[in-house]
C-alpha cells in the first residue's frame, strides 16, 4: 500500500481512513478461503438486490474460474435471476479459446445456473482491440446509464506474481488513465497481448473489492502490495474503493512474509 507520506497532508487522514477499511483475511489454504468466498459474494448480493433489485459483479479469471464455479454450485437454492456480471478484463480471443475469461466461466459456472443471457455482458472478440474496447464500454453505460463510472456491487479480482491486477501492469501507460471506463491494451507482458480491461476509476467506485491471492509464488509481491516496497505502488496497491470495501482473501503461503495484523476467521465466518 503506498505511504501515507507519499501524499499531501491535507490526503493522510483521508488515506489512512480508506487504509482502514481494509481486511486481510488468511485461511490455511484455498479449500477453507472458497466456502468463506462464495459466501461473500451471496451475503452481497442478497444485500444488492434487497437495496436495488439486481446485484452486479464484476469477475476475473485464474484460479477464481475454479473456486467460484465448486463453490457457488454448492449451495443450496442459488439463485442468480437478478444477477448482472461483467469481466474486469478479457483476452482478446475466441470464446471456445482457453485463454478466454467468458469462455471457461460459460462451460464451469454460467451453464449450470440460472442466470439470464442479458445479464452477461461479453465483449465481441471479433472486433480490432480498440474497437472491442469502445464496444464493451457501451455494453456497460447501458447497464449502469446513472453512472459516470460503473459502480458494481462486488469486484473479485486476482493478482499476478509482478504485482499487476485486471490487466494493469506495472509501469504501463493504462495505470494513469483517469478518464476511459474500458481500456484496450495491445502490448500485455503477459500472452495473448490483446486485452480489454476495466480502469482504476472504475475498479476504485465498486462498493466492495475482493482479491484473491494464493501460493508461496505470491508471497513476496503480496507482502509488497499490503506494507508497501521501494519505487512506484504495484498495481494492485493502487486499488483503494473511494466508498467501498476491500477484502483481501489469502491462504498461509501467499501470506507467509507478512509483519501487518491479519485476520484468522473460524470455521464457519462470513465476511
Given at each position: 500500500?503506498?505511504?501515507?507520506?507519499?501524499?499531501?497532508?491535507?490526503?493522510?487522514?483521508?488515506?489512512?481512513?480508506l487504509?482502514?477499511?481494509?481486511?486481510?483475511?488468511?485461511?490455511?489454504?484455498?479449500?477453507?478461503?472458497?466456502?468463506?468466498?462464495?459466501?461473500?459474494?451471496?451475503?452481497?448480493?442478497?444485500?444488492?438486490?434487497?437495496?436495488?433489485?439486481?446485484?452486479?459483479?464484476?469477475?476475473s479469471?485464474?484460479?477464481?474460474?475454479?473456486?467460484?464455479?465448486?463453490?457457488?454450485?454448492?449451495?443450496?437454492?442459488?439463485?442468480?435471476?437478478?444477477?448482472?456480471?461483467?469481466?474486469?478484463?478479457?483476452?482478446?480471443?475466441?470464446?471456445?479459446?482457453?485463454?478466454?475469461?467468458?469462455?471457461?466461466?460459460?462451460?464451469?459456472?454460467?451453464?449450470?445456473?440460472n442466470?439470464?443471457?442479458?445479464?452477461?455482458?461479453?465483449?465481441?472478440?471479433?472486433?480490432?482491440?480498440?474497437?472491442?474496447?469502445?464496444?464493451?464500454?457501451?455494453?456497460?453505460?447501458?447497464?449502469?446509464?446513472?453512472?459516470?463510472?460503473p459502480?458494481?456491487?462486488?469486484l473479485?479480482?486476482?493478482?499476478?506474481?509482478?504485482?499487476?491486477?485486471?490487466?494493469?501492469?506495472?509501469?504501463?501507460?493504462?495505470?494513469?488513465?483517469?478518464?476511459?471506463?474500458?481500456?484496450?491494451?495491445?502490448?500485455?507482458?503477459?500472452?495473448?497481448?490483446?486485452?480489454?480491461?476495466?480502469?482504476?476509476?472504475?475498479?476504485?467506485?465498486?462498493?466492495?473489492?475482493?482479491?484473491?491471492?494464493?501460493?508461496?509464488?505470491?508471497?513476496?509481491?503480496?507482502?509488497?502490495?499490503l506494507?508497501?516496497?521501494?519505487?512506484?505502488?504495484?498495481?494492485?496497491?493502487?486499488?483503494?474503493?473511494?466508498?467501498g470495501?476491500?477484502?483481501?482473501?489469502?491462504?498461509?503461503?501467499?501470506?507467509?512474509?507478512?509483519?501487518?495484523?491479519?485476520?484468522?476467521?473460524?470455521?464457519?465466518?462470513?465476511?
Open positions: 500500500m503506498v505511504s501515507a507520506l507519499e501524499f499531501p497532508k491535507s490526503s493522510v487522514i483521508q488515506t489512512y481512513t487504509m482502514a477499511a481494509r481486511r486481510v483475511v488468511v485461511f490455511p489454504s484455498s479449500a477453507e478461503l472458497g466456502p468463506v468466498l462464495a459466501q461473500l459474494v451471496i451475503s452481497r448480493a442478497t444485500k444488492a438486490i434487497s437495496s436495488h433489485g439486481r446485484f452486479t459483479l464484476g469477475l479469471g485464474g484460479s477464481l474460474v475454479s473456486i467460484l464455479s465448486k463453490e457457488l454450485l454448492a449451495l443450496p437454492d442459488l439463485d442468480c435471476s437478478k444477477w448482472v456480471v461483467g469481466f474486469c478484463d478479457e483476452r482478446l480471443v475466441s470464446f471456445d479459446d482457453p485463454e478466454s475469461t467468458y469462455g471457461l466461466y460459460k462451460s464451469q459456472l454460467f451453464s449450470k445456473i442466470i439470464p443471457d442479458s445479464g452477461i455482458l461479453t465483449i465481441n472478440s471479433s472486433l480490432p482491440v480498440n474497437e472491442c474496447a469502445e464496444d464493451y464500454t457501451r455494453k456497460l453505460k447501458e447497464a449502469f446509464p446513472d453512472d459516470d463510472f459502480v458494481f456491487d462486488l473479485l479480482l486476482g493478482m499476478g506474481p509482478d504485482g499487476h491486477t485486471c490487466s494493469l501492469f506495472p509501469d504501463h501507460p493504462l495505470l494513469e488513465e483517469a478518464k476511459k471506463i474500458v481500456a484496450p491494451i495491445s502490448d500485455s507482458p503477459k500472452p495473448p497481448p490483446q486485452r480489454v480491461t476495466m480502469t482504476f476509476p472504475v475498479v476504485n467506485s465498486a462498493r466492495c473489492v475482493a482479491f484473491v491471492s494464493t501460493g508461496g509464488s505470491k508471497a513476496t509481491v503480496l507482502k509488497g502490495v506494507e508497501g516496497s521501494e519505487g512506484p505502488a504495484f498495481p494492485a496497491a493502487r486499488v483503494v474503493p473511494t466508498s470495501e476491500l477484502f483481501w482473501l489469502v491462504d498461509d503461503p501467499a501470506a507467509a512474509s507478512l509483519t501487518i495484523q491479519v485476520e484468522r476467521p473460524g470455521s464457519g465466518t462470513k465476511l
